[in-house]
């Protein structure tokens, strides 16, 4: 997926295929790339070029080491649209949640789109969780956005229209791409006298039943709440399934909750026969959209598409290795919109040398503040 010019050093990056080969040469190739990134926003977008002039990057044709960009707060895309690329141009937007109509979203236009597609090629497929001749049984614990442009009523979700989209959308059918399909069962239905969508607990476990009956291996995409009550009405009925070996849970998981993961995933052990290694949370970044994965140890590690940086919250100079602070997470891939950098409200920890066996740095999340 070689790009030319402004993007050479980012086209090199995108097309390293190991996404977790932290080699010096990667590091250098990063640094390239996202030094045409901040080129690249800097002559799109006014807001972001008056922006670093402010925290005192002036001299736009020089090269910037990673750590001297600026970081944007999250919360600043809540009250500001920027964007570097015409408005025609933007092929998605992705809300952090139906609910949710805020500004702080994730803006692609059609070269990040392609740039995504190619990081979530690389980085699932680095962990050996991309098989395209398998066929697998996907049980997503959300609703088929398909329907939601069909129905004319008024429903408590409000439609997807044109280019927008939820996270839920985007990153199920990306999820649900790594693999040929035997069957997709979409968990949360739709009510048409009572023009409202709900989650039966019931009817999804027995559909996990009946995958749990073919030779096929199945893959569950979802959230922790869900994939509690699906154990609860398994364990009320006394029900122990045995599902293919081959077989995955995908959790995204944005830390707003309290919910005891090792518990969880022992339960899903004793109902499900999966083991914990076959449970991967996921952490996304809902501005900037990279999957971090988590290994056997529970870490999330860094692809070599991005980079990451634990601040003090005072100083906003980078903590000791040891110590906690807040969460900057760094990416040239985006070129629709200036998210590059940003401040997260995750307070993080940098670890390396994870006994899993992954090269490069990892991030244990310890708080969120809301």
């Known amino acids: 997926m070689s790009e030319g010019k402004p993007f050479i050093k980012c086209g090199e990056l995108f097309d390293c295929q190991k996404a977790y080969d932290h080699t010096p040469e990667n590091n250098n ?13 800097i002559s799109h977008c006014e807001v972001y070029k008056n922006y670093l002039a402010e925290s005192g990057i ?3 044709k020089n090269n910037y080491m990673v750590e001297q960009i600026p970081p944007i707060l999250t919360d600043i895309f809540n009250n500001h649209r920027l964007v570097s690329v015409p408005e025609k141009q933007i092929k998605f937007e992705i809300q952090p949640s139906l609910q949710n109509n805020s500004s702080n979203r994730l803006i692609l236009d059609a070269r990040s789109h392609k740039r995504i597609l190619k990081i979530y090629e690389n980085i699932f497929g680095s962990l050996g969780l991309i098989n395209h001749n398998q066929k697998v049984n996907y049980l997503c614990l959300t609703y088929d956005s398909k329907l939601l442009n069909q129905e004319k009523s008024s429903i408590i979700l409000p439609p997807v229209q044109n280019n927008k989209l939820t996270n839920i959308n985007f990153y199920f059918d990306l999820l649900t791409s790594l693999t040929a399909h035997r069957s997709v069962f979409y968990a949360i239905k739709y009510n048409k006298k009572k023009s409202q969508y709900y989650f039966d607990a019931e009817l999804v476990a027995k559909k996990l039943i009946d995958f749990s009956c073919h030779s096929e291996p199945v893959r569950i995409i979802g959230n922790y709440e869900m994939l509690i009550q699906i154990l609860d009405w398994l364990e009320n009925h006394n029900i122990f399934l045995k599902i293919v ?8 998981d944005n830390y707003e909750n309290s ?14 026969d999966i083991s914990s290694e076959k449970i991967k949370d996921i952490f996304i970044l809902p501005e900037q959209g990279i999957p971090y994965i988590s290994c056997k140890c529970g870490n999330f590690h860094i692809p070599i598409y991005a980079k990451t940086i634990v601040i003090d919250p005072e100083s906003l100079l980078p903590v000791a290795d040891t110590d ?6 760094i990416t040239p891939y985006l070129s629709g ?8 409200n995750y307070k993080a920890k940098l670890e390396n040398n994870c ?3 992954l090269k490069g740095n990892s991030i244990r999340i310890t708080k969120v503040y809301k």
């Not at 030094?35 to 690249?40: I, M, P, S, V």
């Not at 005891?260 to 022992?266: E, M, P, Q, Y």
């Open 337 to 344: 919109f200036p998210a590059i950098s940003i401040l997260t």
């Open 29 to 41: 190739l990063f640094d390239e790339a996202m030094n045409e990134a901040l080129r690249w926003h």
């Open 58 to 60: 002036i001299d736009f």
């Open 355 to 357: 006994s899993c066996g």
């Open 245 to 252: 070996k081959d077989s995955f849970i995908f959790i995204f």
């Open 324 to 329: 906690d602070g807040l969460l900057v997470s």
């Open 259 to 272: 919910i005891d993961k090792n518990a969880t995933k022992a339960r899903c052990r004793k109902y499900l």
